[in-house]
């Protein structure tokens, strides 16, 4: 019997089962969430009851959420990402935030291959091709592709889903140039070289993005990125949507001017630039990147073991305030 004290939580998602089951075990929730996102009123509602909070990237938790915060301690975000959340803000108010990471960085990078693989080798064409009967049988010159082994791959921030995107490459005996404050010593056998920025845009035939959203990355790839990238490369996104000018991108390739896109993530979620879609060499997901099960319920647990923590007054194992 879950006691009158004990702390109440407001999660924001319905979280995958177990994850629910430890947290209605564990504590009283706020109320009931659903798989909707919760919407300004709900969020509001539940911040200012809540003692902890389980938040996800569609939360925007900014300096008026934060102050409707009045008893809460720690918002657990569902996240690695955390560019949702008000730092300063939260500092301020001595509210601890924390993420999720490592538990979903093969996961993501998984999705990252899925997608450089699908968009090279025109997967969701052939798919289409054959799911609408339209196919007629093998022909010699029949979506052709671009080839992966033996390509360079270029990876714009080499941190833990960089790393593991660039571990993969060694199946492929791909070539890797990376940007990164420092060098990074390769964990597979492998080449991987440290470049400039402008470097890796040019000379790679996929462009990889695994930067975190700062104000310093936001449009990293505009307009003058793209132009610096072959007409043969493929850019492929499963990090924020933001770090790419979707307008720019839909430019480049409606000119030509790369060969396609792999993309995981969109600047306005969930909606998406109307020129991207229908383009026969762009792939989409629905920002899939961690949602596997066992990532999933991975990082309801981390959530758990934060809030945990901080409402017995231990410090929080992934605190980033
Ligand atoms: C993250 O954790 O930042 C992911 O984008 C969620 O899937």
């Excluded at 006691?3 to 995958?16: D, M």
């Excluded at 571990?167 to 492929?172: I, M």
């Excluded at 499963?238 to 390739?253: I, M, N, Q, T």
């Amino acid at each position: 019997m879950m006691e009158a004290s004990s702390p109440l939580v407001f999660v924001a998602r319905r979280l995958p089962e177990p994850v629910m089951a430890r947290l209605r075990e564990r504590y009283r929730l706020t109320d009931e969430p659903s798989d909707e996102p919760p919407g300004r009123e709900r969020l509001i509602a539940g911040l200012s009851e809540a003692d902890a909070a389980i938040c996800t990237l569609t939360e925007r938790i900014d300096d008026d959420a934060l102050r409707a915060g009045c008893r809460l301690k720690i918002i657990a975000n569902y996240a690695v990402g955390f560019n949702n959340i008000d730092l300063d803000a939260a500092k301020r108010r001595r509210i601890i935030v924390t993420n999720t990471p490592d538990v979903l960085t093969d996961a993501t990078a998984d999705v990252t291959w899925a997608l450089l693989l699908a968009v090279a080798r025109r997967v969701t064409e052939g798919h289409a091709l054959v799911q609408q009967r339209s196919w007629s049988g093998w022909a010699p010159t029949q979506l052709l592709g671009a080839d992966v082994t033996g390509r360079t791959l270029g990876i714009i921030g080499m941190g833990r889903i960089g790393r593991a995107v660039a571990e993969r490459a060694a199946g492929f005996r791909m070539p890797v140039l990376y940007t990164a404050h420092q060098e990074v010593v390769p964990a597979v056998p492998g080449t991987w070289q440290r470049a400039s920025f402008e470097q890796v845009l040019a000379q790679s035939d996929f462009v990889s993005l695994h930067v975190p959203l700062t104000d310093e990355t936001r449009h990293l790839i505009d307009a003058r990125a793209l132009s610096l990238m072959r007409r043969s490369a493929f850019l492929i996104n499963s990090s924020r949507g933001p770090v790419v000018d979707e307008a720019a991108l839909a430019h480049s390739l409606k000119q030509g001017r790369i060969a396609g896109a792999g993309l995981d993530v969109y600047e306005r979620e969930p909606a998406i630039h109307h020129d991207l879609l229908g383009l026969p060499n762009v792939v989409t997901l629905p920002h899939l990147g961690s949602a596997t099960w066992r990532t999933r319920v991975r990082m309801g647990e981390i959530c758990l073991e934060n809030i945990d923590a901080v409402v017995n007054d231990r410090p929080a194992p992934n605190q980033v305030t």
